[in-house]
Structures are given as structure tokens and as C-alpha cells.
């Protein structure tokens, strides 16, 4: 229960929240999202933004293995999707399979070249963009997991192609959530931003969009074993 929690170190974090945010890790390896409550020094669980994200277990915790199996990553060639890479590859080389998604071949040679296959034959590389659903339900075959990081992010740019944000920042995400209730994935992570939060520009409204589609996507997975979760970055 959240009244049994301990704090989350951060190393244990798949995101930094903000200030206003206090992370709790449960003793059945589910994440809890407090908010500072306004005017009060104390923190209330805020029910809407709690992603309920099992883990891989801390040093000497209680869990014993690694939750995620088969993984699929978009936006894998990016600056987080290089450091989530490295990091899964090291603390648990026996994941089964961890697929690197995106749509830049030059970048997914350049990760090749440091993960080459015959030491990491684990690791899968797919060409594709989440604009391309059919693209994505091909690429989610056999995934339990999906951990999407895949976005347009600079904010000058976004004032410029409105059009471009919103097609890959939300309806990129909606094509997400479609191929992963078409799937049988059973665990979804998507990253976001403070800038999410009271947004001013067009780039923050877009990630508010995408992080109300993949929280309201757990309205309507039916029967499934599938969790929405998202994670401030």
C-alpha cells in the first residue's frame, strides 16, 4: 500500500519529475506519483498522473528478475533511447530481445557499430516511423513491452512546422496506442515533459496531448493485461 512506501532512489527513476513531485516505490514494485498540494508542505497522492510502472529491482530488493523480457523502444537512436539502451544491455544482458525503433539509418549503423550484433544478439534494429501504424504493429510482434521516446522536441522549431509536431508528438502517440492494443504488449511507458505542465507553446501542447492519450488509452484496453503509463523526462 502507498503507506508501506520507501522513497525511489534516483537511479531507480526512468524520469526526473519536477520540483512539485515526490516519487514512491511500493513494496509491490509500483510506482506512486505524490504532487505537492498547493498552500501545504505535505504531498497528496495525485490519482491522475500515478503511473503504476513495475520496475527492475533494485540492488538487494525483493524482486528477482528482470520484468521486461521483450522490449521495443522508439525513437531508440535518440539521447535517451542510447542511454536506456546501454544501461539494459549492461545491468541485464539476458533480456531476451530489446528492439531499437526509429526512422534515421545512419544513426541505427552508428548504434550498431558500438552494440555490434555478435556481442549483443539480443538487440534488434527496425526503420519506421511512428506516423506509420501498420509500421508499428509489425515491429510490436512477440512485445511485452514498449517504452516510447520517440518525438519531435526543439521549441523554435515546433513555432515553425505546427503541422509536423502534431502529426509524430500526437498523432504519432495515437498511432502508439492503437498498435499496442492491436498487440500483446502488455506494459507501455511514454516519455513526456515539464513543459507539459501549463504549456506555452506549441511543442508543450503537443506532449500534453500525447500524455492525455496514453492515460486515457487505459479507459478503453478492455480485458487486456496492458498498462499506460508516463513519465516526465
Known amino acids: 500500500s502507498a503507506g508501506k ?7 531507480h527513476h526512468l524520469n526526473r519529475p519536477p520540483r512539485c513531485f515526490r516519487s514512491w516505490l511500493s513494496a509491490d514494485g509500483e510506482v506512486w506519483l505524490y504532487r505537492r498540494q498547493r ?27 528482470f520484468p521486461m523480457h521483450r522490449v521495443l523502444i522508439t525513437g531508440g537512436t535518440g539521447s535517451f533511447g542510447k542511454a536506456f539502451v546501454a544501461n539494459v544491455l549492461k545491468k541485464h ?7 531499437i525503433f526509429s526512422r534515421d539509418e545512419l544513426k541505427q549503423w552508428e548504434m550498431l557499430q558500438k552494440f555490434p550484433k555478435e556481442r549483443f544478439p539480443q538487440l534488434r534494429f527496425f526503420l519506421g516511423d511512428v506516423r506509420d501504424r501498420e509500421r508499428l504493429r509489425r515491429a510490436m510482434e512477440g512485445i511485452d513491452t514498449v517504452i516510447h521516446s520517440a518525438a519531435l522536441k526543439q521549441v523554435p522549431a515546433a513555432e515553425y512546422n505546427p503541422l509536423e509536431f502534431i502529426k509524430t508528438n500526437v498523432l504519432g502517440a495515437e498511432n502508439v496506442v492503437q498498435a499496442c492494443l492491436d498487440t500483446n504488449v502488455e506494459r507501455v511507458v511514454a516519455l513526456s515533459t515539464d513543459k507539459a505542465a501549463a504549456p506555452i507553446n506549441l511543442y508543450g501542447a503537443t506532449k500534453l496531448c500525447s500524455e492525455k492519450l496514453f492515460i486515457a488509452a487505459n479507459n478503453i484496453r478492455g480485458n487486456r493485461s496492458l498498462r499506460f503509463s508516463v513519465v516526465r523526462y
Request: hydrophobic share 30%; charged share 10%; glycine share 12%.
Open 93 to 99: 544482458p539476458n533480456i531476451e530481445r530489446l528492439v
Open 5 to 11: 512506501s520507501t522513497p525511489v532512489s534516483r537511479r
Open 39 to 65: 498552500g501545504s508542505q505535505g504531498f497528496g497522492l495525485n490519482q491522475q498522473v500515478s503511473s503504476q510502472l513495475t520496475l527492475a529491482p533494485p540492488k538487494g530488493g525483493a524482486f528477482s528478475s
